[in-house]
């Protein structure tokens, strides 16, 4: 049985967690000159997945977010020049998202914002205590047995100019 103490913590961390998801959408939104932080990371996402794989449902899965929810980005950003959709060729009721030459531009430009964002983000974080925080929030990310995706420390980017990759 949870004691009046923990469920007290449990509740505080989640509505920081909360409030903090939210702040940050905003604060990641101030920072960036062309896209959202949300479409940032969605561009993010698809330069980390395999060349091919870019599919609305793995980008999903790297977010950790709907499909519906990524339809919506990719939508936004193709609009804008900065991805192509195309049919995929291993799964026909399947899309594939591509970067397009205009939007690896903006990725390396809005990308050298967001690490901006990030310095002063975790300024006064030693390099052990942001281990053990991603460490803690891999922990909670896996509440329901699922692992968190993950971004690979290096990434090729990959673009689609006149619809191939």
């Not at 009046?4 to 604060?27: C, D, G």
């Not at 300024?123 to 052990?128: D, G, H, T």
């Given at each position: ?36 932080s949300r479409q940032l990371m ?21 977010l950790g977010t709907t499909k ?92 689609s100019s006149n619809g191939e990759?």
């Open positions: 049985m949870e004691t009046p103490r923990a469920i007290f913590l449990m509740e505080q961390t989640y509505a920081t967690l909360f409030s903090l998801a939210n702040k940050l959408q905003v604060k990641g939104d101030q920072y960036l000159k062309h896209l959202t969605t561009m993010i996402a698809i330069a980390h997945l395999p060349e091919g794989e870019a599919s609305l449902n793995n980008i999903a899965r790297k519906q929810t990524v339809k919506q980005l990719v939508g936004l950003i193709t609009e804008k020049g900065y991805a192509t959709i195309l049919p995929s060729q291993r799964d026909k009721r399947a899309v594939n998202v591509t970067i397009t030459p205009a939007g690896q531009q903006i990725l390396l430009e809005d990308g050298e914002l967001g690490i901006q964002l990030f310095a002063d983000l975790f300024r006064e974080f030693s390099l052990e205590e942001l281990e053990t925080l991603w460490s803690l929030l891999k922990k909670l990310y896996r509440f329901d047995g699922e692992e968190q995706d993950g971004f690979e420390e290096e990434v090729n980017i990959r673009s990759s």
